[in-house]
């Protein structure tokens, strides 16, 4: 993997989650970064809704509830949310603070714009660890594909996963595990 496809229609993925109920309904929605996401993220401010970022306000966190997550994928299975990023795990780690925050829960709408070409069928579950993010919905610019996934979500970070080069590549991990030690009770 190691990298995200752009591609040109991608504001008609936009278009097409915007106009959903479940996004008209939300208060708050996290977008991970990507270019392919860029237009979602502006198009969400330009409409009012609060685009919350876990690595700029990481102590936020636990006062809100996020009611979608967006996440950039390289490819998806649409009929069982299986995707598989650019490797490094920076959202599957970003979503697991937020579930252990209480930001988000089962009921959080877990979306990726992609594509036609980036669906794969054939992707196995088995390429997901139980620290992998799937995904309720896939969004391309032709249509809306509601997944039938059965793959639990992340529900904590695990830290024997987690090496240098990620801790200094996303340092709100070292604010997230200095949370964790002041409240284990809440953190853990």
Partial sequence: HG?????RNNPDCSTN?????EFQRA???EIFPSLAQEHLRLFSLAEGTAVFDTI???TAAGNLHVDIVVVASVVVNPISGARLGKGKGYGDIKYAMMRQLGACDDG???VTTVHESQLLDDLPSSVMTEHDLPVNVVITPQRIIYTQKKISY???INWDRIDNDTMLNLPVLKEFKRLQQLQPEKLN
């Fill in 3 to 7: 990298r995200i496809p752009n591609f």
């Fill in 27 to 29: 208060r708050v929605i």
């Fill in 154 to 156: 992340p529900k904590f």
């Fill in 108 to 110: 959080t709408l877990v």
């Fill in 17 to 21: 989650l915007t106009q959903r109920e």
């Fill in 56 to 58: 700029v306000n990481l």
